[in-house]
């Protein structure tokens, strides 16, 4: 069995200074992201002030600090321990957090800045988290140009490098993969000089050319773009080539958790290509987006996210604590949709749920209006 990001703490005991960063360090510290910070020391300053890590976690529980995102269910813990007993990682010190999720706007951002001794900065954008305001701005990402987190990201990198006259590394997970990329991509020319190196931990692409600078050659020696073995998210809207596949535990969406992916030797454990399974439920996707034109996409993603909304909650935890209920509120609500939208919807679960191999898919699929 391979090692994975928690081994690679645990065993990786130079400071920076010896060791430079590396992709491995970078989802490290895509993943730390998701930490809710304002629950602690963090909470308490202006986002200009820096503390050392360790201070900016301590004194915050593990359910406050992961909340309901994916890491309290996916090695949260085991990561947690290995990243406080971590010595490379003790002297790194951060600042800048921000975090603004709004269900009006659709828009779900939060971003962290670390700094190295060296004087050094990576800037990491979180991915997705469990509000529908946060999978629903994803889901814009296929008919809008610029979505409301890109914005913020930009900015906020311009800002880190007004700020801080440092070298600077950028990146993310998921969603925080694909606002690194359209920071560096859209951010005025003097920040992109300071930008080192850009890292894209599984997050998708653009289906819009954001601008010309991703087919740069300087863009392009820069940009490191990384995907599980079953990557869905991460060959979204993706037509370059440039990535590295490496090898995750779990199947198909599970290998999307960074906990999950195998590190060897201080470097990712990779593969010549994603995995069939993979490739045919990307095609898929990116299959649905191309067949219809923009309008129509979000005509299509406004009807979904509005079934969802039917249930009146703002997380899919708070989804999942009345299921039943809130399923019949969907059930009502995709009854009501016009019978073409209604068509693409099942058509679509039921080209997924055989590769998904997902009992609960497949339920969900007989249970839908018309779908007999």
């Not at 269900?103 to 900065?121: L, M, R, V, Y």
């Not at 290509?273 to 129509?296: C, F, G, H, V």
Request: a negative charge; one cysteine or more; glycine letters at 6%.
């Amino acid at each position: 069995m391979n090692s994975t990001i928690v081994e690679y703490l645990n065993e990786q005991r130079e400071a920076f200074d010896a060791v430079p960063l590396n992709d491995v360090d970078s989802l490290v510290l895509s993943t730390i992201s998701y930490f809710s910070f304002e629950k602690g020391a963090i909470g308490r300053t202006v986002p200009t002030e820096l503390m050392p890590l360790p201070i900016a976690i301590c004194g915050i529980s593990h359910a406050d600090l992961f909340g309901d995102i994916w890491l309290s269910h996916m090695g949260g813990d085991e990561f947690l321990s290995a990243l406080l007993a971590s010595p490379r990682y003790a002297d790194l010190k951060v600042g800048y957090y921000a975090n603004d999720v709004s269900n009006h706007f659709e828009k779900q951002f939060a971003a962290i800045t670390f700094f190295f001794p060296d004087g050094s900065a990576y800037v990491a954008y979180r991915g997705t988290d469990n509000s529908l305001a946060g999978w629903k701005e994803d889901f814009n990402l296929t008919f809008m140009e610029e979505v409301p987190s890109q914005v913020s990201a930009r900015t906020y990198l311009e800002d880190i490098a007004d700020t801080e006259p440092t070298n600077l590394y950028v990146g993310g997970h998921s969603k925080g993969g694909n606002l690194a990329e359209y920071a560096a991509l859209t951010c005025r020319e003097q920040t992109f000089g300071k930008v080192e190196r850009i890292f894209s931990h599984d997050g998708p692409g653009f289906a819009f050319t954001p601008t010309l600078r991703i087919n740069s050659p300087a863009y392009k020696a820069k940009l490191s773009k990384t995907v599980p073995e079953s990557s869905v998210f991460g060959m979204l809207m993706e037509s370059r080539a440039d990535y590295r596949v490496v090898r995750a535990s779990g199947v198909l969406f599970a290998q999307h958790a960074s906990t999950h992916w195998a590190v060897e030797d201080g470097d990712f454990v990779t593969l010549d290509e994603i995995s069939p399974n993979a490739a045919i439920l990307s095609a898929t996707m990116n299959s649905w987006a191309k067949s219809y034109d923009r309008d129509q996409r979000e005509l299509f993603i406004d009807a979904v996210y509005d079934i969802f909304s039917a249930a009146e909650v703002d997380t899919w935890r708070e989804f999942g604590e009345n299921r039943s209920v809130n399923a019949l509120a969907v059930a009502e609500a995709v009854a009501k949709l016009p019978a073409e939208m209604r068509t693409t919807l099942i058509g679509m679960l039921r080209d997924i749920a055989p590769i998904l191999g997902n009992e609960a898919a497949k339920l969900a699929l007989t249970r839908l209006p018309g779908s007999e």
